[in-house]
């Protein structure tokens, strides 16, 4: 390769035809064929971990999906299990890692041909799901509408499978037509636009990008153990040698007198030598420098593998960081970056389905998705979360924006700890009601973020056991008038920093300090 930008010098002749490094060509390197890749995944524990570690990572701890239902918050679970959604899921990431592609095939009754689109006002169940790899499937024609989510993705594909033929005890391959509506789709490696028509639409193996690092550090432990079985070599020497091996008997001789020494060292575990003329030593192979090779070779291979050292090798290469926290890191992003591309948009589309199907879970609102913790806190980090979030909640009740019970139902509505706070609204009022479910009122005209405030502070105050329920006490009625009635609420003092400054009343005493307020008289 020949720059004509580039600096030239006549004299080194650097840049110039004398320059091996103008000499480099970029060549096409062999696509690796489905049986090759096969033979990698079965017989390589590298290639298997790169296909298989990251999927595995990603289902680990599973996903939430959540939407408000009469059957609870997670509704979808028992039809998830009924499907296997999530180990298929599983195995098409692997699939599609290894081969360039894979997908799930939903079976969604819906009254229509399966190369049809989903009618998702009509679907009645989904029976199955199954996996199929990019081979058994042939792309069809290409989506051309811009405003496609599917545009420069097939419409349909060709899915082939085997056929078993009871009367003829045959078998022949069937081909059927699907619809992408009824696929979930995975790819491997995504190719340039001019590349993926070679590939049938589908990507790359993941091993094809590392075969080549690959085979370097594959020949470097090969060689390391050569090196092992020859690291020591024994050395004879004796007095005439070369005339002996010249001799008529000289060589039969020199047989004779390896195998008495070899005989007398595995009998006696000694060494008979000739003291004037022969000398015996072992001598081992030098082989500084080829750990520090070894790691460089492994560390490119881990950065073509895009994984951290730790998982790839199962312990950091000596030489290296010691934990390797920095690429445990970047990996902890990569699996939290494929669950969002990869799992969650499929597991929430499988979800809507289930929620438009007649047999499936009434839901109301929207359905999320949520990828649950890769990694689970220690106790003495647990314990800190929770010293952290007590004194947060602290704060929270003392300033009025939250009452005991909305803290003990956020903190712990779930069976454990949880850091998450959760208000519902439409319970705010019975959170905000004494025991009779008397309503609290408050002057509608003044600014709702001091009555909410004010509201919660009383509730506050009572929970505690600092201000009696209100339908405890008697009506304090109103200037010029003592009320010897219940009291079933509070009535405010228009002083909202200081909201437990309330007055016990009847419903028909509030009323009249309501008018009594309007016109300035309280």
């Known amino acids: 390769m020949e720059y004509f930008d580039s600096l030239r010098n006549l004299l080194s002749g650097f840049g110039g035809p004398r320059d091996r490094t103008t000499q480099n060509v970029v060549e096409q390197p062999a696509v690796l064929s489905s049986p090759e890749l096969e033979i990698l995944y079965r017989n ?60 799930v095939i939903l079976g969604i009754d819906d009254g229509r041909d399966p190369s049809e689109p989903v ?11 199954y996996v199929i790899d990019r081979w058994s499937v042939v792309s069809g024609p290409l989506e051309g509408d811009p405003s496609s989510p599917n545009f420069g993705y097939p419409q349909t594909y060709e899915v ?55 085979c370097n550090l594959g020949m470097i432990e090969k060689a390391m153990g050569n090196i092992v079985q020859t ?5 004879f020497r004796m007095r005439g040698l070369r005339q002996l091996a010249k001799a008529k008997n000289g060589s039969a001789e020199l047989i004779t007198r390896f195998e008495a ?94 929620a ?5 879970p009434k839901v109301s609102g929207d359905i999320l998705v949520v990828a649950n913790p890769l990694q689970e806190p220690t106790e003495e980090e647990r314990a800190k979360t929770m010293r952290t979030m007590a004194e947060f909640a602290a704060i929270l009740i003392d300033r009025g924006v939250l009452s005991p019970t909305e803290v003990r139902t956020s903190f712990f509505a779930s069976a454990g700890f949880t850091t998450d706070i959760i208000i519902n609204e439409s319970k705010q009022t019975s959170l905000i009601q004494p025991q ?17 405030a004010a509201r919660r502070r009383i509730q506050t105050l009572i929970e505690s056991g600092k201000l009696d ?45 309501t008018n009594m307020r309007e016109k300035g008289d309280l």
């Open 231 to 235: 690291f020591n070599q024994a050395v």
């Open 119 to 129: 009618d998702m006002d009509n679907i009645r169940c989904l029976e199955f799901a």
């Open 44 to 103: 390589n524990h590298y290639s298997a971990r790169i296909v298989e570690l990251l999927p595995d990572e990603s289902t680990r701890r599973g996903f939430t999906t959540t939407a408000m239902s009469d059957a609870g918050s997670s509704p979808f679970q028992g039809d998830f299990q009924r499907l296997g959604l999530m180990p298929k899921l599983n195995q098409a990431d692997k699939w599609a890692r290894l081969y360039g592609g894979a997908a």
């Open 436 to 452: 009779d479910e008397a309503e609290l009122i408050f002057d509608q005209n003044s600014d709702p973020k001091n009555v909410r």
């Open 261 to 354: 020494a070899n005989i007398g060292q595995s009998m006696l575990n000694v060494f008979l030598l000739d003291a004037e003329g022969e000398s015996y030593e072992k001598q081992s192979t030098n082989v500084a420098g080829l750990d520090g090779l070894y790691d460089r070779v492994a560390q490119s291979f881990g950065s073509a593998a895009g994984m951290p050292l730790t998982l790839l090798f199962g312990t950091p290469p000596a030489g290296l960081s010691t934990d390797d926290s920095a690429g445990a890191r970047n990996w902890l992003n990569t699996v939290r970056a494929h669950q969002e591309l990869a799992y969650i948009p499929n597991i929430q589309y499988v979800a809507e389905i289930l």
């Open 469 to 513: 329920p209100p339908e405890k006490r008697k009506c304090a009625g109103y200037p010029g008038y003592k009320c010897k009635s219940k009291a079933s609420q509070y009535d405010h003092t228009s002083d909202y920093d200081e909201p437990e400054k309330v007055v016990p009343v009847c419903a028909s005493c509030h009323n009249v300090r």
């Open 356 to 360: 438009k199907s007649k047999d499936g």
């Open 160 to 214: 082939q499978y085997a056929a078993y033929s009871l009367e003829n005890d045959s078998q022949s391959i069937v081909g059927m037509k699907v619809h992408s509506s009824r696929m979930l789709r995975f790819e491997g490696v995504t190719l340039p636009p001019s590349l993926r028509s070679d590939q049938d639409y589908w990507g790359d193996s993941v091993l094809q990008r590392v075969f080549e690092s690959m």
